[in-house]
């Protein structure tokens, strides 16, 4: 018999239900000294230990389940950030949707937004092969002229565009050396317009600051078709990223499709656009959606993480559902020809 005296805990232990040999190995002494013990005490015996049970199994089963509690300020203590988002504006465009895009301005005028975020392709460009049926302005001056006249200014906002490598001020396949997104900043200041400020060439990273922390809001114009999935290409361009040049908001233009989806720990807003179906778009097969986004977000003081995310896609109808509400669109369509059938 075992001269250790038996302590509570250990007690408390026999009357768990364990088997004898748990009991025993858990606790570091003879089968025979528990079951004597047992026995002392006029415990019954427990059931039998089943083949899976193994002392760590059991011993866990009898420890109580605890949670902590996330403070809610972690994650929703802070104020919103509101910004708003165009991509794929393609002025100079017959199929170009000033309608939208200035109903779209004004709704970020209403909402009290005060900067907006363009993913590329501000105009058309030209390249003949592409938008040669399409652009009805086709010099680098005329599209530069264009836009800072037809562009929408609202009082208090401020557009910060980039511009592709795919129409941007690409004519015939570009004009090396030629700063088309500067140029055009330029023209709009000759213009009198201080409110489109250039960001970069294909991409450009946007800093968020709160307190001493720093996150990264990258926006882009990638390149390439359009995938089966409209979240394909944002999820593929997230993986390409090493971990440490991860923004923590990727806002992608071209694709002219809208979507939401999170991986990797970045949120991937994809962007419709401001264009309806091309000749070219319609023989690549390729979908257009009108639109624009209304991007909310809260960035935590206390751990620099984006803590919540809101987009607010609003999106719009092809020009004929809007026909009765702009009857100067007509300008800028191909008279309808009416066949009288069976004459």
């Known amino acids: 018999m075992s001269k250790t005296p038996w302590r509570d805990s250990e007690l408390a232990v026999l009357k768990t239900g364990l088997s004898d040999k748990v009991i025993a190995q858990a606790l570091g002494r003879s089968e025979a000294a528990v079951r004597g013990q047992r026995q002392r005490q006029a ?5 039998p230990a089943t083949k899976e049970e193994t002392p760590l199994v059991t011993a866990a089963k009898q420890v109580p389940i605890e949670f902590g509690k996330i403070p809610l300020h972690l994650i929703d203590g802070d104020n919103w950030t509101r910004i708003g988002l165009v991509a794929d504006t393609h002025l100079c465009c017959r199929e170009e949707r000033l309608d939208a895009l200035n109903a779209q301005y004004d709704l970020f005028e209403k909402e009290g937004i005060s900067r907006v975020f363009h993913a590329g392709n501000i105009v058309d460009g030209f390249c003949a092969r592409i938008n040669g049926a399409s652009v009805f302005e086709s010099s680098v001056d005329g599209q530069a002229s264009y836009c800072a006249r037809h562009y929408p200014s609202r009082k208090g906002i401020t557009t910060h565009f980039i511009t592709g490598n795919d129409h941007d001020f690409a004519w015939n396949g570009g004009k090396e050396g030629f700063n088309g997104g500067a140029y055009l900043q330029l023209i709009c200041e000759k213009h009198g317009r201080t409110d489109l400020k250039y960001l970069g060439h294909v991409e450009a990273d946007v800093e968020l600051r709160c307190g001493e922390h720093l996150q990264i809001m990258k926006i882009q114009h990638p390149g390439g078709g359009s995938a089966y999935a409209r979240s394909y290409k944002g999820q593929k361009m997230v993986e390409s990223f090493q971990g440490g040049e991860k923004p923590a908001i990727l806002v992608m233009g071209h694709y002219h499709v809208s979507g939401y989806s999170f991986d990797r720990n970045v949120h991937i807003i994809g962007m419709p656009g401001f264009q309806e179906q091309t000749i070219f778009g319609r023989t690549k097969g390729l979908r257009y959606e009108i ?5 909310e977000f ?11 995310v ?3 896609f609003n999106m719009f109808f092809d020009r004929q559902f809007y026909k009765k509400f702009i009857p100067s669109d007509e300008l800028l369509r191909t008279p309808t020809i009416v066949v009288d059938t069976g004459k």
Not at 43 to 47: E, F, H, S, W, Y
Not at 291 to 295: A, C, D, E, F
Not at 298 to 308: L, Q
Request: hydrophobic share 40%; no cysteine; aromatic share 0%.
């Open 291 to 295: 639109g624009g986004v209304i991007l």
């Open 310 to 312: 809101r987009p607010d």
């Open 298 to 308: 809260k960035m935590s003081s206390v751990t620099g993480a984006i803590t919540r």
């Open 43 to 47: 415990l019954a015996p427990a059931r």
